[in-house]
């Protein structure tokens, strides 16, 4: 471009625009390559035997049917690979079971041949024979005197304990009891506040397996050059720290493991472990010497992939006549299935919930997880925050009715503001949670609403019309779960000023190449288009701690404008030198050096590119940065400042009940969250939306039914995801609160919008009875049963002591 | 692993027969039931695979004197749009509406959906309430022969039916309704699309005068196959439709049905569906 036709270049901004993703046309186009799209030469195909028994001995395995097939190329068993390891958070999960199977979805060998038909067949050849054991189908019955042990102690021949190093891992060492982890939390004096308290409400409440439910399954390619290093095509979402424990795994240097990552098809926590499949796969190419691949049957995704964390959660809550808390009191049973994965660890987030989304002076929380021989949970987008946010918010209502407050009023005198630090140590930089609870009431019509559903309640007619709120807190800032909570970045622009933006952070769906791309473009001037994302190779990509806690906007974000940062200091010192003026007078703005003050060009962007790498003495831009929040690990306590920023949302639903049939019809969301500031508003809006959609899943129709260790409908026919018609009405709204710390001010939000839904739902239900549901989800059937008195109200006495 | 050694794709119903004739063969319309049958292992195919998607003469909606006669492998798709389903068999159409979805739609068959003879099949209920028939084909001694049978005496049980192994159904017939007919389908899912009916209710009879004469009331899901219901038809027939006798349709139909448990609903919440929903399509039907 002429720099005469351009005499001035007006400052424009990127932030707050509707910005299409980057992968939207190659994903909208069917053009996109995941990994089961993958063919790499030579690989092999390769299927798990999975357990037929919910909890068994294993007394034989015969595989020598299945060896003889043609085109199988390698069968595994536990006696094949003596030095596998345990994985998992409590490494207590071997991934192929010799001796006993505790779910059906336990491993006991493993096939890899030509193609997956010919795996298939081996998988049917072999036989294996089993000795039942009785079966533990609840957490309830987990924690019961006497109770069958998941992972008993191993005896030595005479019958005592068998003498182990200290240190053993429970999958060899066993429990002596059933109980996988324990959480205890306090602030203030429970005791004395209740003492205090006019009123007092105590319940159970019931929360359900759910699943991810990918529209891509789980899948993986391992394999080994002739020098022994592994190479990974794998979903992860924390390819980093997986780099590190297949490596400890195989007992090789972390540099012998690269793993790279094909595009994402869903992630919602599900890839944040490692699975026996990632394992087996690296079993079977190490035993073949050939690449080998597996993916799963949608199937073996319901089956075998995690869930989200069920909940048994006892609630006790008080506050005084003039709608002041006083305090909380929580015990929950967690249902660890056979193995600990991330869900177990759910309690870090829900006794955040519990002690500071609203002030309270007292709170006590106490979680047991114990292991079951049901299918076992994992990590899922609001990590435990669903559950606690659904028990929460039903006994805020219920303590306003009690009180004869208005519940909005209610949430307000009680809600948090900017500046305070609560009970657990998290200081709220930004909080536009007020904000959040009157904006959405004012866009909804709460109060009107609200009064007008009472009044009608036993108006003739089957439909019964409902709204309810619920508001939720989470971490906005990332979460230094880890002693690092870091990203890093490598940015380059080329000779045409072309910008490759190199970050640890993972994309899987969720828009982080967009936004990361706005934030570096609002820095340096450029169109998004000028800006190609790298963010899928360890031996490529900087550190990163994995795609969680809703960081990745705030962390790699950060991240990425410091290496942008730096670009533009170089940028403008050579163009100021080059072009003999001050560079702390020029800007970069639509492509040109200009002077800031006045918007006039004083050079092209990508001239100047030019010159500085076509020159004898080239000076290239290359930056590198790496942001680490200022935000500490909790304490023993579990207190501490977790997050460098909180989110705020508070989310109203409507509901019409249908008295004759249960159904429960959501008609409108209306939604404020407190986002910081609004990047992508297109990408904001879509995270939004869909995580209201996975929410009403979780409020309406989704149920993993596992009776008995058995999961009766692992299939889209049976598990029923929200359909196109169901979904409501939304009226979405940002506030923008301005985050300090945040990246141009925002705060993550990837997970905030799930959070709410059901128990806006609950609330909503019981505006439109008068019947209050203590039991996900609202089912038609369980609703009416509900609403006829036919409900089984859950009962917690029997584990309270546990 | 399939055990399919032939493959057979005949142009003319008198070939259909004759393979048919053969023995040991798999007929294939629209797939919809029968593929994912045979990928979970609950159906096996037979040596023969006749695909019938060629056959002359088998699809299309026409009058037939005073029948209206469906092809049987006419579509779910046609029969939404079909302007003869929408003037004599308007209910037919609204049930294909809660029919799966637009993909199973285009594919799936009303052949197909009757042959299937699931207790929840959504094309059932409502032919059942309108005294269709159905039309089976044979070719036991070299030439055609065609035989008729109520569709309400169709069904023997979960996927099985009165059609010999050597038959073909080659249509269905439905008279055209009389002066003063009415009728009504409920389906209930979860959810508004693509769900397995949890119960389905077929209601239609004559109405003069507020009363209703010549009750049809049918079931779906709640017993091995779509079944008649008698008792509920007798407490309606001939009676004037006012609250007492509703409230009375209602009652007989939660008591005369007896379904069972299983994941989608306990036999208990079908039965007080049954209930509710038979009374709410009653009121409607008196309010029309």
Same mark, same amino acid.
């Given at each position: ?8 270049? +007006? ?68 006696? &094949? ?6 994985? =998992? ?72 304990? *068998? ?52 529209? =891509? ?99 006790? #809550?008080?506050?005084?006549?003039? /709608? ?79 009180? /004869? ?28 949670? *007020? ?8 866009? #909804? ?91 899928? &190779? ?18 790699? /974000? ?15 010192? +050579? ?63 579990? *207190?501490?400042?977790? #997050? ?46 869909? =995580? ?38 939304? &009226? ?71 | ?178 002066? /003063? ?97 038979? *009374? ?9």
């Amino acid at each position: 471009m002429n720099v005469a036709e351009k005499p001035v270049i +007006a400052p424009e901004s990127l932030i707050g625009q509707r910005i299409q993703k980057k992968d939207a046309p190659e994903k909208a186009a069917g053009k996109t390559r995941y990994i089961q799209d993958m063919i790499v030469p030579g690989v092999l195909h390769a299927k798990i035997l999975r357990s037929s028994r919910v909890h068994a001995k294993i007394k034989s395995i015969d595989t020598s049917a299945a060896k003889a097939l043609p085109g199988v190329h390698v069968v595994l068993t536990a006696a &094949d690979v003596p030095d596998q390891q345990p994985i =998992g958070v409590a490494r207590d999960h071997l991934p192929l079971k010799g001796e006993r199977v505790r779910s059906l979805r336990d491993e006991i060998a493993a096939v890899a041949a030509d193609s997956e038909e010919i795996a298939e067949a081996a998988l049917r050849l072999i036989r294996v024979e089993y000795e039942d054991l009785p079966i533990v189908a609840t957490p309830e019955d987990a924690i019961k005197p006497g109770a069958p042990l998941i992972h008993p102690v191993p005896l030595a021949a005479d019958g005592q304990p *068998k003498a182990l190093p200290p240190k053993t891992p429970i999958a060899f060492a066993g429990k002596p009891d059933n109980i996988a982890m324990r959480f205890d939390y306090t602030h203030g004096d429970v005791a004395q506040a209740e003492a205090e308290s006019d009123v007092v409400v105590e319940d159970t409440f019931q929360l359900h397996y759910v699943t991810h439910c990918c529209m =891509g399954v789980s899948g993986v390619i391992a394999e080994f050059d002739a020098s022994g290093n592994l190479l990974m095509y794998s979903n992860t979402q924390v390819p980093f720290l997986h780099k590190r424990e297949f490596a400890e795994y195989l007992n090789i240097d972390p540099s012998r493991v690269r793993i790279i990552q094909p595009p994402i098809g869903g992630g919602f926590g599900s890839k944040l472990d490692i699975y026996p499949f990632e394992v087996i796969c690296i079993f079977l190419a190490r035993a073949a010497k050939r690449p080998v691949k597996m993916v799963f049957t949608r199937e073996e995704e319901f089956l075998a992939s995690p869930t989200r964390q069920p909940v048994l959660l006892t609630l006790r #809550s008080g506050c005084k006549k003039d /709608g002041t808390l006083t305090f909380r009191q929580v015990h929950t049973l967690h249902d660890n299935g056979a193995y600990t994965s991330w869900g177990a660890t759910t309690p870090f987030v829900m006794m955040q919930t519990f002690s500071s989304l609203y002030r309270v002076p007292a709170c006590d929380y106490h979680t047991t997880v114990v292991y079951t021989n049901n299918p076992y949970a994992g990590s899922f987008r609001g990590y435990g925050n669903l559950q606690a946010t659904f028990a929460i918010e039903q006994h805020m209502d219920m303590l306003a009715e009690k009180i /004869g407050m208005d519940p909005l009023n209610f949430r307000i005198k009680n809600a948090q503001d900017a500046g305070e630090v609560t009970g657990q140590g998290m200081s709220f930089k930004s909080c536009g949670f *007020k904000e959040c609870l009157t904006t959405a009431a004012e866009r #909804s019509d709460y109060r009107k609403k609200h009064a007008d559903n009472l009044a009608n309640r036993d108006a003739p007619g089957p439909v019964k019309r409902g709204i309810g709120m619920a508001s939720m807190l989470h971490v906005g800032g990332g979460a230094k779960i880890y002693p690092s909570d870091g990203c890093g970045t490598i940015l380059k622009l080329d000779d045409f000023a072309n910008v490759t933006l190199i970050t640890g952070a993972s994309e899987i769906g969720q828009g982080s190449e967009t936004v990361l791309s706005q934030l570096v473009c609002e820095e340096l001037g450029l169109p998004i288009s000028a800006v190609t994302v790298v963010n899928n &190779d360890t031996a490529i990509t900087p550190w990163d701690v994995g795609v969680h806690a809703s960081r990745t906007t705030f962390i790699a /974000g950060n991240s990425a404008i410091g290496a942008a940062r730096k670009a533009k200091a170089k940028i403008l010192a +050579a163009a100021a030198k080059k072009h003999g003026c001050d560079e702390a007078m020029l800007d970069l703005r639509g492509g040109f050096v200009v002077v800031a003050e006045t918007g006039e060009p004083v050079v092209e962007l990508a001239r100047l590119m030019r010159n500085l790498h076509f020159s004898d003495k080239a000076e290239l831009v290359m930056t590198t940065f790496y942001y680490e929040p200022p935000s500490v690990h909790q304490d023993k306590g579990f *207190k501490g400042d977790v #997050s460098a920023a909180y989110a705020w949302a508070t989310q109203v639903v409507e509901v019409e009940v249908d008295t004759d049939t249960g159904i429960v019809k959501m008609t409108k969301v209306t939604g404020t969250h407190d986002v910081g500031r609004v990047l992508n508003r297109l990408g904001l809006e879509g995270q939004i939306e869909g =995580g209201v959609v996975m929410g009403q899943g979780y409020a309406l129709t989704e149920n993993l039914i596992v009776e008995n260790g058995v999961t009766r409908n692992p299939n889209f026919r049976d598990y029923k995801l929200v359909t196109a018609p169901e979904i409501p009405e939304m &009226d979405i709204t940002f506030v923008e609160s301005m985050d300090g710390e945040g990246p141009q001010g925002a705060k993550g939000v990837g997970e905030a919008p799930s959070i709410c839904i059901a128990a806006a739902a609950a609330n909503a239900i019981y505006n439109a009875t008068g019947v209050r549901i203590f039991g996900l989800p609202f089912t038609p059937e369980a609703v009416y049963r509900a609403l006829r008195g036919k409900a089984e109200k859950p009962n917690w006495q029997a584990w309270k002591s546990a | 692993m399939t055990a399919i050694e032939r493959y057979a794709a005949p142009q003319s119903l008198d070939e259909a027969l004759g393979i048919l004739q053969q023995g040991e063969v798999t007929i294939l319309a629209g797939g919809t039931d029968l593929m994912p049958q045979t990928k979970a292992g609950r159906v096996a195919f037979k040596p023969t695979l006749m695909n019938i998607g060629r056959v002359a003469g088998l699809k299309g909606v026409t009058l037939d004197g005073q029948h209206l006669r469906i092809g049987a492998l006419t579509t779910i798709s046609e029969l939404l749009r079909d302007p003869l389903v929408a003037q004599h068999a308007p209910v037919l159409a609204e049930a294909c509406d809660h029919f799966a979805s637009d993909q199973i739609r285009n594919a799936g068959t009303l052949g197909g959906n009757i042959n299937n003879a699931s207790p929840a099949g959504d094309t059932l209920v409502p032919l059942i309430v309108l005294d269709t028939e159905v039309e089976l084909a044979s070719k036991p001694n070299g030439s055609v022969a065609t035989r008729r049978m109520p569709l309400a005496e169709f069904f023997t049980g979960p996927g099985r039916t009165k059609r010999n192994a050597n038959e073909l159904l080659t249509a269905v017939r439905i008279p055209l309704p009389k002066p /003063g007919h009415v009728a009504r389908f409920y389906k209930f899912g979860t959810r508004p699309a693509l769900d397995i009916s949890t119960i389905s209710i077929g209601i239609a009879g004559v109405m003069r005068d507020g009363t209703l004469t010549n009750t049809r009331v049918a079931f779906g899901a709640v017993a091995p196959t779509p079944v008649r219901a008698p008792r509920t038809e007798a407490a309606l027939e001939g009676r004037r439709l006012d609250a007492g006798a509703i409230e009375a349709a209602a009652d007989a139909a939660r008591d005369e049905v007896n379904p069972i448990d299983d994941i989608r609903a306990s036999a208990w919440y079908r039965k007080e569906l049954i209930h509710n929903m038979t *009374k709410r399509m009653l009121d409607h039907v008196a309010q029309a």
